[in-house]
């Protein structure tokens, strides 16, 4: 194991946006006298590509194989995204560093930017979160909700992909029309045509992710998607699309949505991480928001939207729990003591449940064939 002033291996998954985000956490210890090396490593997540996410297991399908590594001794830490964590995690493992917190609010994304209420009647939205297809269909339940899995990348590419076909079919045929008209010798020479570029040029001009984005043939066309605003982000993807905030306090965000977690072996090593990079504010928000989803259970098969934002001596939380339908909830707004933060989160979470949290939690279990009961976290992978 790495010893100080010997070189930290970091495991990480290998997408675009885990490398990125292990290397703000890579970067951030380096400049704290840490050196850092990253390890790619594939995980159960990575690997199945077609299943969705709720059925993907228990013990964190992008989570488990790096902190296997991390137990076996084969590296010295890992680098999730928090809201991928299960609440349970073997007894050696702990959470070493919380970096400062980016966003935790969900954004709407389409091709031009319309907001939620600017989506037509019946429009498709794309997520393969329950909480955000709960939380979508409770503001609109005319709305279609269909999955949607796949990095970042790959999720902004299926949204895009319809539009940039069409244009180029539009282009292209204007193209041949306008060669025609060339020939013809009734045509007015002076007449306007739509577009002032060839099909050539428009294409050359085109970003290596929007060409490949032009090659896809997805399944389902897609009106719009949500993702994580942070994840968004962080991918450097903002330019090919349009972004709708929606509201945090009707679209709760995930436990630990937009925040990093870097875990190791309890010891010397996970203390000298936790002074070189946790973030005090976040530490706090986040245990507030895994402590109620760790009491409530059921994270990965029930919609359960919960955020924390610590403010002076008192911790804002909002909590949210839905049916699958959308069409029943139990939620509740209050401020919790910072300096109990955690018996507090408790109580809240004791609280819901007696107000028929549990109930909906139990329906989801039952409803969701093929997920695991005993599950214990949301994933949705900010990806």
């Given at each position: 194991m790495t010893t100080r002033g010997e070189t930290l291996q970091l495991a990480t998954r290998g997408s675009d946006l885990?490398?990125?985000?292990?290397?703000?956490?890579?970067?951030?210890?380096?400049?704290?006298?840490?050196?850092?090396?990253?390890?790619?490593?594939?995980?159960?997540?990575?690997?199945?590509?077609?299943?969705?996410?709720?059925?993907?297991?228990?013990?964190g399908a992008f989570v488990r194989s790096l902190d296997e590594k991390v137990l076996d001794g084969d590296l010295d830490a890992a680098v999730h995204s928090?809201?991928?964590?299960?609440?349970?995690?073997?007894?050696?493992?702990?959470?070493?560093?919380?970096?400062?917190r980016a966003a935790a609010e969900d954004v709407l994304v389409t091709p031009d930017g319309r907001s939620l209420d600017e989506l037509p009647e019946g429009a498709t939205v794309g997520t393969s979160s329950l909480r955000r297809k709960a939380q979508l269909l409770a503001e609109r339940d005319d709305l279609t909700v269909e999955p949607l899995r796949g990095n970042v990348d790959t999720r902004i590419a299926k949204l895009l992909a319809p539009s940039l076909?069409?244009?180029?079919?539009?282009?292209?045929?204007?193209?041949?029309?306008?060669?025609?008209?060339a020939g013809d010798p009734d045509t007015d020479e002076d007449e306007e045509h739509p577009y002032d570029r060839t099909v050539e040029e428009w294409f050359d001009d085109l970003?290596?992710?929007?060409r490949r984005a032009m090659e896809r043939d997805p399944d389902t066309e897609y009106d719009a998607i949500v993702l994580a605003k942070a994840g968004l982000h962080r991918a450097g993807l903002t330019r090919y699309v349009g972004m709708s905030d929606l509201d945090p306090d009707r679209f709760v965000p995930a436990p630990g949505q937009g925040a990093l977690a870097v875990t190791a072996v309890d010891g010397d090593l996970a203390l000298?991480?936790?002074?070189?990079?946790?973030?005090?504010?976040?530490?706090?928000?986040?245990?507030?928001?895994?402590?109620?989803?760790?009491?409530?259970g059921g994270g990965c098969v029930a919609p359960i939207?919960?955020?924390?934002?610590l403010e002076g001596a008192v911790v804002h939380t909002r909590v949210r729990v839905l049916s699958q339908d959308g069409t029943?909830?139990?939620?509740?707004?209050?401020?919790?003591?910072?300096?109990?933060?955690?018996?507090?989160?408790?109580?809240?979470?004791?609280?819901?449940?007696?107000?028929?949290a549990d109930d909906l939690i139990a329906e989801a279990k039952r409803d969701s064939t093929?997920?695991?009961?005993?599950?214990?976290?949301?994933?949705?992978?900010?990806?």
């Open positions: 885990a490398l990125r985000q292990a290397e703000t956490v890579r970067d951030a210890l380096s400049s704290r006298r840490l050196s850092v090396e990253l390890v790619e490593v594939e995980t159960t997540g990575d690997q199945i590509r077609d299943e969705l996410i709720h059925r993907l297991g228990k013990t928090m809201k991928d964590m299960p609440t349970e995690r073997p007894d050696r493992l702990v959470v070493a560093g919380v970096p400062e076909q069409q244009e180029h079919q539009e282009r292209h045929e204007a193209e041949q029309e306008r060669k025609g008209d970003t290596e992710f929007e000298d991480i936790k002074d070189r990079l946790d973030d005090p504010q976040t530490r706090v928000e986040t245990t507030v928001e895994r402590t109620i989803l760790e009491e409530l939207g919960v955020h924390a934002h029943e909830e139990v939620s509740v707004a209050r401020d919790l003591p910072a300096e109990y933060h955690i018996d507090a989160a408790q109580d809240l979470a004791a609280e819901l449940a007696e107000q028929g093929g997920a695991d009961d005993d599950a214990s976290t949301a994933r949705e992978e900010d990806e």
